[in-house]
């Protein structure tokens, strides 16, 4: 079982910043990656980011993030995290952390590879 905790949402202007973070316990694996999503109202479930968890620096963005948004993980705190720059109120939905198996060696982009899920926590970017 993988347990995940995100912290870090918020209300934060267009053009500004934010950073999420996870927390995540349990057992974990090497051919493991975490990632972030985001859902906003009315709309399908979107692959934010993802990296791989341990053995390696696989990483992947999704094309409305790329530019903008960073995915970095602390092993040692057992915390990932999402920087979030420029942002956009088309950024406004709530925001997953998820955990699950790579496909391959590669950061799966696709929600059905994800096993564990956190909560969420709200973004809303204001104009």
């Known amino acids: 079982q993988v347990q995940l905790v995100e912290s870090g949402g918020g209300l934060v202007q267009a053009g500004g910043s934010a950073r999420l973070s996870c927390a995540v316990s349990?057992?974990?694996?090497?051919?493991?990656?975490t990632g972030w999503f985001r859902q906003a109202p009315g709309k399908e479930r979107e692959f934010v980011a993802g990296?791989?968890?341990?053995?390696?620096?696989?990483?992947a963005y999704g094309d409305s993030v790329k530019g903008r948004f960073t995915i970095s993980k602390d092993n040692a705190k057992n915390t990932m995290y999402l920087q979030m720059n420029s942002l956009k109120p088309e950024d406004t939905a709530v925001y997953f952390c998820a955990a699950g198996s790579l496909f391959g060696s590669t950061v799966a982009t696709i929600e059905s590879r994800y096993r564990y899920w956190g909560q969420g926590t709200q973004v809303t970017v204001s104009t």
């Open positions: 349990g057992r974990t694996f090497s051919s493991y990656a």
């Open positions: 990296i791989r968890w341990r053995g390696g620096d696989s990483i």
